[in-house]
């Protein structure tokens, strides 16, 4: 149980260009998912909190009008990276965690954006 | 955001030998998870520890959550070529609702 698809695995974009990820909660419900992104070599770096029904909440330095974040049902949640420019290039991972006690956090597979 | 103080950076061992590495902070937290990373993967779960001094197994892999509520360790016994891989501490406050706070990783490289 507790699976997080995440799609696509790979997209390469122009400049200028948005970009859309998707991250699914298969099994479960999610009020909450996470956005992380990772550079080469380093940590995950939370990105934004998103909400079901409500605004997300963006960690301090992320620009809330280039990751566009969209939390519309329990199980879907997308990150749109907007006017991609080649240092937005990273790869983008979501989490989510069923309501209770007794579970970790689990991630999707990753986005890896090229932007070029 | 902030992160946690994990080492070693990277290890180089021999298959058959132990691991062992830990993630400590100035910070209480009240879930410790680890979580192994592939190349091109997202991270996949390995234990979740919830109580302060709890020893948790899954398989090869034992990890504690430091009985000060600051720190963890993983041990890894009798390394495969498998276990290669980033590994990765996570820990959750009490004051930061759901967010993780994620250490630096430790690469683990296992020669055959």
């Known amino acids: ?116 | 955001g902030q992160q946690l103080n994990q080492s070693p950076q990277s290890m180089f061992i021999q298959e058959g030998e132990d691991v062992s590495m830990n993630c400590t902070s100035s910070s209480i937290f009240n879930t410790w998870l680890w979580y192994k990373q592939e190349p091109g993967e997202g991270p996949v779960l390995l234990i979740a520890l919830y109580k302060a001094g709890e020893l948790t197994s899954n398989g090869r892999l034992t990890a504690q959550f430091g009985i000060t509520r600051k720190d963890s360790f993983l041990n890894i016994s009798a390394s495969i070529p498998s276990d290669v891989g980033i590994y990765f501490c996570a820990g959750k406050k009490e004051t930061s609702g759901s967010r993780l706070t994620f250490g630096e990783g430790t690469q683990l490289t296992v020669n055959p």
């Open chain 1, 1 to 116: 149980g507790a699976v997080v698809s995440q799609h696509p695995s790979r997209v390469i974009c122009k400049s200028g260009t948005s970009v859309k990820i998707e991250c699914r909660s298969l099994d479960f419900q999610a009020t909450t998912m996470f956005w992380y992104r990772q550079f080469p070599k380093q940590s995950l770096m939370l990105m934004a909190t998103s909400n079901e029904g409500s605004k997300a909440t963006y960690e301090q330095g992320v620009e809330k009008d280039k990751f566009l974040i969209n939390h519309a049902s329990l199980t879907l949640s997308t990150l749109t990276v907007t006017s991609a420019h080649p240092e937005d290039s990273s790869f983008y991972i979501c989490s989510a965690t069923p309501q209770g006690a007794g579970y970790g956090y689990t991630f999707g597979s990753g986005t890896r954006l090229t932007v070029v």
